[in-house]
């Protein structure tokens, strides 16, 4: 058995007995305790608690005792919403719309979505894991343990399996959690622009059949967003995954607010996604939502406003209607090329107003529940994963998100292992 014993923890954050997922004005509510232990053992949380408290909790130490002094200790951050398997990365594109073009303007020429599952068709499953593997490594680094990956490059039977393959290699050979989300239904191939029925059966008959036997994913996505896929389509789409378990995380409300909302609701998402655009109708739907059980979470993702220039989630206005927020990088070659999660986190703060308090818990445990992990990771309880962030000597929890772009992490440790710089 492995042990090792962290004492004068300056700071130990978001210390839980039990992981609620947490609604509106509880999202501020971050328990921390000053000068602790954390004790780990086999990777697993085994215990924690005051420094005062050591002999009483843990009466026999470990023979690895490690001084914290100076560190702040937090659970790793919780990335719910992420495209990390893609074959190139986009920065034409971003020269484009320097110069003046839209994202829809884009897409319509065939670029965004269409040109990355393009190009990812021609390349191997190899390749695509390789490149995947080296941006986990640099993510696990910059303090994520868990992290959520979609589909949606391929567009094509055999991509979106190669895709969905890649992501379960990752799985397999990463300490970090990894859930994977089918996000066939992320744009139309150009040959099915004019009959989106055949290419919605190609996914139905075709793709879900497949994904469903060989346990590919574990949740479904769709883009619903005018000129990509409708409410209807969106539930025709989400209806069949259903029946192989897969339960709905959704693409809403980004760009325009068509319905996405209302029906993400009717079939119990998981999760509802980005969120830049909403009507007053539409809060009020999550707010009636949030009072329910099994309420949605309410993801939103402020390096991809930030980098399209997009007015920011109103995240005061969702935390006022009593909802659940979570924070995730949305990282991506075209609307986020960057899976910093200490980026979104000072974002959020920055251009969302939430307290550090709120987007800690935010990209914490609500960002585990987000992802159907809130019983393992995401907060700093006995049990969960050992997977924590050791910051430098930083003067406060403030001065996280304050000293945005300055690197404030020491160390990680992924599953009770540290990750190598
Ligand atoms: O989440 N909105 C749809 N999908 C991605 C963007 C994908 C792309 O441009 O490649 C997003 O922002
Ligand atoms: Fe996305």
């Not at 927020?325 to 107003?353: E, H, Q, Y």
Request: hydrophobic share 45%; net charge negative; glycine share 8%.
């Amino acid at each position: 058995m492995s042990t090792i014993l962290f004492t004068h923890i300056r700071q130990l954050v978001n210390t839980r007995e039990d992981s609620p997922l947490l609604k509106g004005a509880a999202l501020a509510n971050l328990p921390c305790i000053q000068e602790a232990f954390l004790l780990v053992e086999d990777g697993v949380i085994a215990e924690y608690g005051a420094m005062h408290d050591l002999e009483l909790l843990v009466p026999q130490l470990p023979r690895e005792v490690a001084d914290a002094a100076g560190s702040m200790v937090l659970p790793a951050w919780c990335d719910s919403h992420t495209h990390l398997v893609f074959a190139r990365s986009r920065e034409e594109e971003f020269v484009c719309k320097l110069k003046g073009m839209s994202y829809a303007e884009i897409a319509a020429q065939g670029g965004g979505i269409l040109h990355s599952a393009g190009v990812l068709n021609d390349y191997t499953e190899d390749t695509l894991f390789t490149l995947a593997w080296a941006r986990l490594q640099e993510l696990s680094a910059l303090g994520t343990g868990a992290i959520e990956i979609k589909s949606g490059y391929g567009l094509t039977v055999d991509g979106e399996l190669k895709m969905l393959r890649v992501i379960k290699r990752l799985k397999e050979r990463s300490n970090l959690q990894i859930r994977a989300t089918f996000l066939g239904a992320h744009a139309y191939p150009e040959r099915y622009k004019d009959d989106h029925a055949a290419y919605l059966d190609l996914i139905i008959h075709e793709m879900l059949p497949i994904i469903g036997r060989e346990k590919l994913a574990d949740y479904i996505d769709v883009f619903c967003e005018e000129g990509f896929f409708s409410p209807e389509e969106m539930e025709i789409v989400c209806t069949a995954g259903m029946q192989y378990g897969l339960r709905p995380k959704l693409h809403v409300n980004q760009l325009n607010s068509i319905g996405g909302i209302r029906s993400g609701l009717r079939m119990n998402a998981l999760s509802l996604d980005h969120l830049e655009t909403l009507t007053e109708n539409d809060i009020a739907d999550l707010s009636f939502a949030a009072a329910q059980p099994g309420a949605p979470v309410c993801t939103l993702l402020p390096t991809a406003a930030f980098f399209l220039r997009m007015p920011y989630q109103p995240a005061r206005a969702l935390i006022d209607a009593g909802t659940a927020i979570a924070l995730a990088s949305d990282f991506n070659p075209g609307s986020s090329p960057s899976g910093n999660m200490n980026f979104v986190v000072s974002l959020s703060c920055i251009g969302m107003k939430l307290l550090p308090e709120e987007a800690i818990n935010a990209a914490t445990l609500n960002g585990a529940h987000a992802m159907g992990a809130g019983d393992l990771v995401g907060s700093i309880t006995v049990g969960k994963k050992a997977n924590l962030i050791f910051t430098r000597p930083v003067p406060s929890l403030a001065w996280l998100p304050y000293a945005f772009g300055t690197n404030c992490i020491s160390r990680v440790m992924i599953n009770g292992e540290w990750v190598s710089r």
